[in-house]
């Protein structure tokens, strides 16, 4: 079983700059892809970003890419979400997320999630 606890969510103002954190305790980190994600009031949950477990592959989210930045440190346990540029609309609770598979896109294909970090953008 993995655990994830994200921090580092909280107000800022448009243009500002956040970092999450996810750090998992359990399954050994490094063989899991991780991954974030977002959900909105009244919207879906959606895919913002994923890694592979060697850092290898990266991909995000066409409405974050070139401000948000994916990594991990496999000796911490601990994958970061660097935001830059933020705009209201990135306004969400902030997941990550774990799986064994090839660094998914898709919610339905990670085995184990956070609790969530409230990211508020005010304009």
């Known amino acids: 079983q993995v655990q994830l606890l994200e921090s580092g969510g909280g107000l800022v103002q448009t243009g500002g700059s956040l970092r999450l954190s996810c750090a998992a305790s359990?399954?050994?980190?490094?063989?899991?892809?991780m991954g974030w994600f977002r959900q909105a009031p009244g919207n879906e949950r959606e895919f913002v970003a994923t890694i592979s477990p060697n850092s290898t592959y990266k991909y995000y989210a066409d409405s974050v890419k070139g401000r948000f930045t994916i990594s991990r440190d496999n000796a911490k346990n601990t994958v970061y979400l660097q935001m830059n540029y933020l705009k209201p609309e990135d306004t969400a609770v902030y997941y990550c997320?774990?799986?064994?598979?090839?660094?998914?896109?898709?919610?339905?294909?990670?085995?184990?999630w956070g609790q969530g970090t409230q990211v508020t953008i005010s304009s």
């Open positions: 359990g399954h050994p980190f490094s063989t899991y892809s």
């Open positions: 997320a774990g799986s064994l598979r090839p660094p998914p896109r898709y919610a339905g294909e990670y085995d184990h």
